[in-house]
């Protein structure tokens, strides 16, 4: 019985910026993110971690090579068909939580939900459980900026979880938060990871979050290689 296809890889990337002379990130990059994976990248700033997460996450070209999902080459997929697989398929959270300012904690969680179509009453009770689970129940009908840092980035993970995807890409997500909060983050994300099956790739510089993925992973040189990590405190 053949195994399934990762669900994103990439295969030969590259990616260069010739604005002001070429500047070359990554270069035959080639890497698989399975059904369960949790993944880290660590690295300098500007070798091109967040780049590579883009492109994984399909909101941006690679100069060359090939990014697929589920074993399919997506320079092939329409721009309709590549939308519904960031908004379905895909969670994204980011180092600032985008939460819009006018909306509820549970309207800004179920606003995938509502620019997909998708809007029901499940949906509405999956929103308000993921807020429970990330320890919000109490702050549905909060404005985000009545939230500590800690609490709206807690709201954008539950808002990338809504619609069930199979995949959470997170670019810095504890960039923003004290050490209390980024535990927190971080133990959340295991949890989610280990209890819902989600595949995480997460980008970070903190070390205590890379130690945590199964696969913790470092760039340089150009390419993707195992990270290793001091024992000292």
């Known amino acids: 019985m053949n195994s399934p296809a990762p669900l994103l890889s990439l295969r030969g990337v590259s990616k260069t910026f010739s604005e002001t002379g070429t500047i070359e990130l990554f270069r035959d990059l080639d890497f698989e993110l399975a059904e369960g994976d949790f993944v880290s990248i660590t690295g300098a700033s500007g ?5 590579l997460l883009h492109i994984l996450g399909f909101l941006e070209a690679s100069s060359t ?6 074993g399919e080459a997506v320079s092939g997929f329409s721009d309709t068909r590549l939308s519904e697989i960031r908004n379905r398929e895909i969670g994204f959270v980011f180092q ?4 819009l300012p006018d909306l509820t904690v549970l309207e800004n969680v179920l606003l995938p939900l ?6 029901d009453e499940a949906g509405r009770t999956r929103a308000r459980t993921l807020l429970g689970e990330v320890g919000l129940e109490a702050r549905l009908a909060h404005l985000p900026s009545q939230l ?3 609490e709206r980035q807690r709201a954008a993970v539950a808002r990338a ?6 995949v959470l890409l997170c670019d810095e997500p504890s960039g923003n938060l004290d050490t209390v909060n980024s535990d927190h983050l971080h ?4 949890d989610l990871n280990r209890r819902l099956g989600v595949a995480i790739l997460v980008v970070t510089h903190d070390p205590a979050l890379a130690r945590q993925a ?3 992973l470092v760039m340089r040189d150009g390419g993707l290689h195992p990270a290793e990590f001091s024992n000292s405190p």
Request: proline share 5%.
């Open 214 to 216: 199964a696969r913790p």
């Open 96 to 99: 600032f939580h985008h939460l």
């Open 114 to 119: 509502r620019m997909g179509g998708r809007l």
């Open 148 to 150: 500590s840092g800690g």
């Open 161 to 166: 979880l809504v619609n069930q995807p199979a």
């Open 47 to 51: 070798v091109g971690k967040s780049t």
């Open 187 to 190: 133990r959340m994300l295991e």
């Open 65 to 70: 090579g090939q990014a697929l999902f589920k």
